[in-house]
């Protein structure tokens, strides 16, 4: 593959303004489409609100008029794009069914991306992550069964597993706990800053997304259980967020924010299914390129660098949905008793987290167990999809 962003043309800025014909696109059929296109959709969402944001947060700080004038055209665009992106979910989702894909995309994307990563640091964290994504699924998956009497195969397709990870409850630290060491700009492989980037915007729309949809249901075990992971994806964020060096510049920043959305276009525009959903990847792809271009002129106005300088010669191989299950099995077989102290990992259960465990679980079970205690009342059992046999450990296999 030699598709190198910086070589190629996009479609210039004033051109990329869509009208409310072109912006009202087809959502994809429910019941049809590919699971893997909804994790595509539910990524690129995250990662045009992580643009949205990021630019924002730059232009706050910008003294000068044009600066703020030029991020606010392209922020236009950025917001254009990511309606166009989370509109193609179908309205008739319902909430549960919608997170059940949040923590199918963590989990498949964390596991993918964990095993391309080439920085062992940076691969301990996306393992680390991975097994608490994947417990959360299990989680809602009896949420799921027990309040809207359906069942989580019919989203994740049996295209990834439901059974636990590491047990939720183990996931509450000392949040000094949840800060990592960065990454280095200067000696860093241009991908790791690329998967850095990536899993911290998916995180944070999860992030975003519990802690306003979580008051939405009725039910009294709903609302606790979203309390309860919408403050771990809160960890989740300050994890994955805290592996960027932030010694880079603000136009440093951008470019690596927008190079990543030409990376991600560019794979899922390779990868898609669908015919009408890769169209719009393809479309983005090309918007993105000249995004890209005019940071590329902002970062040589503001920091006289070039963006060769710090940005891969040419894309990396394209970030791909697949299943992971083996590799997932083999993660939980290793590192399922793993806690963080500082910024590393051990396995046994210090006395900081012994403390904040504690203290934030008081006197009563957390609503991750009793989710799963009241749905085996309910149903007879709890729910699990173990397609590749039983549970890797023994004392997580069902009693
Ligand atoms: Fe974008
Ligand atoms: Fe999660
Ligand atoms: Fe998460
Ligand atoms: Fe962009």
Redesign the pocket.
Known sequence: MTFNPLEERGIPLDRQLRNWRELNVTPIDPDHADPYTRCRIIT?NG??IE??MFNRHLARHCPDLEDRQQLAETRF??AQ??KAVNWLLPGLASVLETTLAYEQVATDLTAWIARMEPDPYLKQAYQFGLLEDFDHLYRYANLFEMIEHRKAEKVVDALTEVMPGRPTKMHQRHPIDNVREPYDRNTAAPISKLHALTIMSAEQQTMNFYMNVGPMYMEPIARQLYQEIALIEEEHVTHYESLVDPGETWWEQLINH?YN?CYL?YSFMETETDPKVKAIWEL?LN??LE?LRIAAEMMRRHDGREPQEILAPRLPAPVTFEPNKGYIREVIATQIDYTTLGTGYVQEAHERFQRWQAQIHGDQEPPSERVIDENRAKSGREYRLESEGTHPMYSLRPH
């Open positions: 690129m990662i045009e643009a949205i665009i950025e794009q990511q927008e959305e276009y983005h918007m993105e995004h």
